[in-house]
């Protein structure tokens, strides 16, 4: 039996038809809902971790393919986080890593996927390049491009480097979609936590302006008088 074979049969094994409704609709995946269509087994992600750490090494490309192709949510995120431990544990295989996960961003389409996959990968690639690659996923049509695009970022973050988080943010300021709101304000949230006064800066311009949602993560480690402030607007 191959690995991937194994590794979809030790999957099913761990299904959870009870997790999985109540997965189901937490991830919107009704007709017209941004998940409609997605598949699950109702598996935890601690337990999707265990798997992707005994597998990583021995799952290739054109296995990671059909997982990431596949309909069952389960299976495109441990394929991710398969992705993530080939990017840390090979260097010389990073640039393939990251190549093949630009090629699938149709596949990484919700945003468990891109959280857990892209600042590890995007992001810690970029870290010391050009970063042209997020200002194109930002001018996207798709949902799940400009969310990876915004939190890749979080890499940079990490490194008290900010300026593309604000730049992507600002693009995003008059983006309609609520997951965009959470992901933009998560990030300028975490941009406050580093330097209060950047984050203060961005909002003294754009506060009034900003998407409700995106305003309340932004400001949610402030005191409540200044919450308060912000949003009596």
């Known amino acids: 039996m191959s690995s991937l074979q194994n590794l979809r049969k ?3 094994s761990l299904a959870n038809p009870e997790k999985a409704k109540i997965l189901q609709g937490f991830f919107k995946t009704g007709k017209g809902q941004y998940g409609e269509g997605d598949v699950f087994f109702g598996i935890v992600v ?17 296995d990671l393919q059909i997982l990431l192709n596949s309909e069952v949510h389960e299976e495109r995120l441990i394929a991710l986080l398969i992705l993530v431990k080939k990017y840390e544990n ?24 891109v959280d857990l996959s892209a600042p590890n990968i995007v992001g810690k690639f970029l870290l010391d390049k050009k970063r042209d690659v997020l200002y194109d996923l930002v ?17 940079f973050i990490r490194e008290k ?38 984050l203060e800066d961005f909002l003294s311009k754009h506060y009034r302006h900003m998407p409700r949602t995106m305003l309340r993560y ?16």
């Open 10 to 12: 030790e999957l099913k």
């Open 46 to 62: 601690p337990e999707q971790r265990k798997l992707a750490k005994k597998y990583w090494n021995s799952i290739g490309p054109q």
């Open 90 to 113: 090979s260097e010389i295989a990073r640039q393939l890593v990251f190549d093949f996960y630009l090629e699938n961003t149709r596949n990484i389409n919700n945003w468990d996927l």
């Open 139 to 155: 001018k996207s049509s798709n949902l799940w491009d400009k969310r990876i695009s915004i939190i890749s970022t979080f890499s």
């Open 161 to 198: 480097d900010f300026e593309d988080t604000l730049k992507i943010s600002e693009i995003l300021l008059k983006d309609e979609h609520d997951l965009i709101h959470k992901a933009v304000g998560w990030m300028l949230r975490e941009v406050g936590k580093r330097d209060v006064n950047i």
């Open 218 to 233: 932004a400001i949610e480690k402030f005191d409540e008088k200044k919450r308060k402030k912000y949003l009596a607007k």
